[in-house]
């Protein structure tokens, strides 16, 4: 069994700074692809940032030059370095990973159970 749990959200003002952790554990053979996504009230669930194995980022371009994804692959974490919040970026965040366990020859993704994130003043 796999499971992400994530931390760091909560509430911050505008132009404020978070830094989301997600941490993968369970039977895990590899991990390929992890990210995060975000889903605001009454929105869809949309991409935020994805981070590659081999460190290559990805970002969605409302959150480019202000937010930076990284990970540390011998720990199985990934995290998200949020600066210059604006009240548009409040909303749940969810990590997800591509992971292989021990017991598969193939990848599935796997999502954490999110952490709010709220920008107000």
């Not at 970026?89 to 997800?96: E, K, R, S």
Request: charged share 20%.
């Amino acid at each position: 069994q796999v499971h992400l749990v994530e931390s760091g959200g909560g509430l911050v003002q505008p132009g404020g700074s978070l830094r989301l952790s997600c941490a993968a554990s369970g039977s895990i053979f590899s991990i390929n692809d992890m990210g995060w996504n975000r889903q605001a009230p009454g929105k869809q669930r949309e991409l935020v940032a994805a981070i590659t194995s081999g460190g290559r980022p990805n970002y969605a371009d409302s959150v480019k030059g202000r937010f930076t994804i990284s990970r540390d692959n011998a720990k199985k974490k990934v995290y998200l370095q949020m600066n210059s919040l604006k009240p548009e970026d409040t909303a749940v965040y969810y990590c997800n990973a591509d992971i292989r366990t021990s017991s598969s020859l193939y990848y599935y993704k796997y999502w954490g159970q999110g952490t709010q994130v709220t920008v107000s003043s």
